[in-house]
């Protein structure tokens, strides 16, 4: 199985300061073939199912603000919100759909500082 | 619109079956498989496994092989888990969500609770 790492489990930010969270997984999730790399975002807010945010570890979704940003490569991602909102107070993951089973990392609370 | 709607909160005993439904509208049922994920309270997200609404193909997670069965029934647009001998471990919300690997749409979840 490939085993997702998330780096902080936590962290506080000041309103309007960088969020930068990071995602290491033990394989590589980077297609050969199509040159995609088969990782996604998802954003949990409390009492709420999971809402994806960022696919192919740079693709925004539909609707997701501007702020929201993935980048990374292979084995090593990061999502970053380039200025942190009260609505972005969520526990965030990191999902690799490049092969069954599939994992999520562990998850990183963002909380404002 | 896209819409999942899961059936209500279960309270079962350790060692019963538990089934979870998950009704769907606002898109062709068989062009999308169907997902399963669980969250144990204050965890983590855990994939449990995937069905194609198509075939009915699936893929569990080695850890749900043998207690966990995932169907659909097209005529209704509705998918099912099933998860036998339940352990109080398995106390959690369960979520269906469309697709196999880009989660758009999700269920509002399912609370099993295992208790004796």
């Known amino acids: 199985d490939i085993v997702m790492t998330q780096s902080p489990d936590s962290l506080a930010v000041s309103l309007g300061e960088r969020a930068t969270i990071n995602c290491k997984s033990s394989?590589?999730?980077?297609?050969?073939?199509?040159?995609?790399?088969?990782l996604a975002w998802y954003q949990q807010i409390p009492g709420q199912p999971p809402k994806l945010l960022i696919y192919w570890a740079s693709t925004r979704e539909s609707g997701v603000p501007d702020r929201f940003s993935g980048s990374g490569s292979g084995t090593d991602f990061t999502l970053t919100i380039s200025s942190l909102q009260a609505e972005d107070v969520a526990v965030y993951y990191c999902?690799?759909?490049?092969?069954?089973?599939?994992?999520f990392g562990q998850g990183t609370k963002v909380e404002i500082k | 619109q896209v819409q999942l709607v899961q059936s209500g909160a279960e309270v079962k005993k350790p060692g019963a079956s538990v089934m979870v439904s998950c009704k769907t509208s606002g898109y062709t049922f068989t062009t999308y498989g169907i997902t399963w994920v669980r969250q144990a309270p204050g965890q983590g997200l855990e994939w449990m496994g995937w069905?194609?609404?198509?075939?009915?193909?699936?893929n569990y997670a080695q850890k749900f092989q043998g207690r966990v069965t995932m169907t659909t029934d097209t005529s209704t647009r509705t998918a099912y888990m099933e998860v036998r001998s339940l352990r109080s471990d398995d106390t959690a919300m369960y979520y269906c969500?469309?697709?196999?690997?880009?989660?758009?749409?999700w269920g509002q979840g399912t609370l099993v609770t295992v208790t004796s």
């Open positions: 069905i194609s609404t198509y075939n009915g193909n699936t």
């Open positions: 969500a469309r697709d196999i690997s880009l989660f758009q749409s």
């Open positions: 999902h690799q759909y490049y092969s069954f089973p599939q994992t």
């Open positions: 394989q590589s999730v980077l297609h050969s073939s199509s040159n995609k790399n088969y």
